[in-house]
């Protein structure tokens, strides 16, 4: 069994800067792509960075070159790095862990910028 936790997020103002944090326990023996994937109200859920297991990331346009994507094997974890954070970067948080064929979902974790 896998357990994934988030932490992180929280109130900013914009400009701002948060990290995120995800972290799976458990049964794991390898960990394939590490991704992070936002829901605004009334949006659908999408894809906003993502890392291979041989470190190759993908960004959303939208935060290319404010937000940063990271992983550490060793303590099979995904970070995520948001800086000059706007107000449209609001929205729940979600980090999403690929194991074997298996996809796991963390819980969400609000992030607020106001402006």
């Not at 972290?23 to 991704?35: D, R, Y």
């Amino acid at each position: 069994q896998v357990q994934v936790v988030v932490s992180g997020g929280g109130l900013v103002q914009a400009g701002g800067s948060l990290r995120l944090s995800c972290a799976a326990s458990g049964s794991i023996f390898s960990i394939n792509a590490m991704g992070w994937y936002r829901q605004a109200p009334g949006k659908q859920r999408e894809l906003v960075a993502i890392i291979s297991s041989g470190g190759s990331t993908n960004y959303a346009d939208s935060v290319k070159g404010r937000f940063s994507i990271s992983r550490d094997n060793a303590k099979n974890t995904v970070f995520l790095q948001m800086n000059s954070l706007k107000p449209e970067d609001t929205a729940v948080y979600y980090c999403r862990l690929t194991i074997a064929v298996v996809n796991y979902w963390g819980q969400g974790t609000q992030v607020t910028v106001s402006s």
